[in-house]
């Protein structure tokens, strides 16, 4: 029934599948991503700040490495490194074993520098200080990393380059200061918040739903204990606190999850001990008791799944509250650390360009941090008026 009455409310369901969408979007990753490398980090400095829906022709140079074989969940969690070297250009030509090309000047009509590379160079991964040949009968040898000799038309040559190595690459969001792709910047910084509002969570639940039951079931100086315990850490500022407990655990991504969750639990507490409060007094708990049950079965068996409810509901609201606190954490420098993108890291860096014309750099994390909260609190109402309207039993 609590299902049925949260799916006919558009908005709180409507933030759900948003939700849902972004999340998947966060687990799949460097999957979906258009820059895969790790941390989605491959910056292009002739590139920066260019606007949404921007192209650029790109030379793609293979490394003098041999390529690694990732694994496709290695590559979804972590990235990949890039087998090639990419070279935004504006003009190529060809002339003999050699392709011409001019390199892109960080504006359109600006002209580059021209420069040239050896067409086997450009196609495969060459020994380390190989002498370009000659063209003899239209063919070209060289020597491949692993020491084998070949032998290999220009012409073809040319064609698998104008193919494969020279492409264009959209950039739907722009790129950043550094010249980095802000989508993918987005995606894998979606993964942070959605992270820390998880596990700050899930800490936050613990250790709340624990102290509350406790508290609340058994009254007396245990109560009183928990409750001066609450009181204490209730008195002191958010974000005041997490600051704290960063300087002194170290600054870090799984530090992060750890502060903001140690200082969440309060308000599941509080939540968790008023419901127990008004249940441990019902028929079916006295029947319990007369039954021989002992407290932890009556609590885990009889209690807890009777305030799930409301510990719900907050959560939906800790959830948004997390990631406030870790994207301002971020803004702040000491949050998650470069080069891992966070979207509050991404607003830090980017800020001074709101009074130019190229305020979105700020303004496109601080949307996504909005929408995300937003969706939180609207998840939050939709089932607080889904639950109300559900008898307990």
Do not use: C
Request: charged letters at 15%.
């Amino acid at each position: 029934m609590a299902w049925w009455r949260f799916r006919r409310n558009p908005l709180a369901f409507g933030s759900f599948v948003f939700i849902l969408v972004s999340a998947l979007a966060a687990i799949l990753g460097y999957l979906i991503t258009p820059d895969s490398t790790p941390f989605a980090n491959h910056q292009q400095l002739e590139l920066a700040t260019h606007k949404p829906g921007y192209n650029a022709q790109l030379l793609l140079v293979a490394k003098n490495r041999e390529p690694e074989n990732i694994s496709f969940i290695r590559k979804m969690i972590w990235g990949s490194p890039e087998d090639h070297t990419s070279i935004p250009i504006q003009h190529f030509w060809f002339v003999d074993a050699w392709l011409y090309y001019e390199t892109y000047a960080g504006q359109p009509g600006y002209p580059g520098l021209e420069n040239r590379v050896w067409l086997p160079d450009v196609l495969f991964a060459l020994e380390h200080g190989q002498e370009p040949g000659e063209v003899k009968n239209d063919s070209i040898s060289f020597l491949t990393h692993s020491g084998e000799k070949q032998t290999m038309a220009a012409a073809d040559m040319q064609q698998q380059i104008e193919q494969k190595q020279i492409v264009v690459r959209r950039f739907l969001l722009g790129t950043d200061r550094f010249g980095r792709d802000m989508l993918s910047q987005l995606v894998i910084g979606a993964r942070v918040s959605l992270s820390v509002g998880f596990i700050a969570v899930f800490i936050s639940l613990v250790i709340g739903v624990t102290l509350g039951s406790l508290a609340g079931y058994f009254r007396g100086w245990l109560d009183d204990l928990i409750m001066w315990l609450i009181n204490v850490i209730w008195s002191i500022p958010t974000l005041l606190l997490v600051i704290a407990i960063t300087f002194a655990i170290g600054k870090g991504f799984w530090q992060v999850f750890l502060a903001v969750g140690l200082t969440m639990w309060v308000d599941v507490a509080r939540v968790a001990r008023g419901q127990v409060l008004s249940l441990r007094e019902k028929e079916f708990v006295e029947a319990g008791r007369a039954l021989g049950l002992g407290s932890f079965r009556i609590i885990t068996r009889h209690i807890l799944p009777n305030i799930m409810g409301p510990v719900i509901v907050i959560s939906a609201a800790n959830f948004a509250s997390a990631i406030l606190i870790e994207a301002g954490l971020s803004f702040l420098g000491i949050g998650v650390q470069p080069p891992m993108p966070s979207w509050g890291t991404m607003i830090r860096e980017h800020y001074g360009y709101i009074i130019l014309d190229k305020g979105y750099l700020a303004f496109l994390p601080g949307i996504m941090i909005m929408l995300m909260v937003l969706s939180f609190m609207m998840v939050g109402n939709g089932l607080r008026d889904a639950l109300d309207k559900t008898p307990q039993f």
